[in-house]
């Protein structure tokens, strides 16, 4: 049981750590980088590092969809 238990933490602090990683990360993705330079061009952001996944993916929808 006592096993169990900590093979389950073990596999939450990974989760926990990995969830963590993309609240904040360190250079902007590859695949969201023109949508970044527009943005930036644009005066809706000033700073383009440090952003969240989520943060980057919907400023590539955005692009994508010409709003920006």
Known sequence: MLEQLQAQIAALQTRVSA??????????PEW???AVDAAV?????DT?????????????????????
Request: no cysteine; net charge positive; proline share 3%.
């Open 32 to 34: 969201a980088k023109d």
């Open 48 to 68: 383009p590092k440090d952003g969240s996944y989520d943060f980057y993916r919907l400023l590539t929808v955005l692009h994508r969809k010409s709003i920006i």
């Open 19 to 28: 969830l963590e990683g993309q609240a904040a990360l360190k250079e902007v």
């Open 41 to 45: 061009k644009a005066g809706l952001i």
